[in-house]
């Protein structure tokens, strides 16, 4: 299993337990991924840590201090 995290700027858009597809994105030197619809996204990503598995699985939601909430995503790999 592999865990990684996403920033999400609105309440009440995804739940725990929800299992989600995220959409891979490129940058020079590394990767991004996005819970669909845009609902979240991940912190760049470096390239030989890249994402095998497009769907997970929310474990955990956090509020954030700043603005926002953090998700927690497992993926099956």
Do not use: C, H
């Not at 739940?15 to 996204?41: N, R």
């Not at 030989?48 to 993926?75: A, H, M, P, Q, T």
């Amino acid at each position: 299993m592999r865990v990684l995290e996403f920033k999400m700027e609105r309440a009440g858009l995804v739940k725990v337990g929800d299992v989600v597809q995220v959409t891979e994105g490129s940058l020079p030197s590394s990767w991004y991924y996005m819970i669909e619809p845009a609902v979240a996204m991940s912190a760049n990503i470096p390239l030989f840590e890249r994402l095998k598995s497009k769907e997970g699985k929310i474990i955990d939601i956090r509020e954030s201090d700043d603005v926002g909430f953090y998700l927690s995503v497992e993926f099956d790999e």
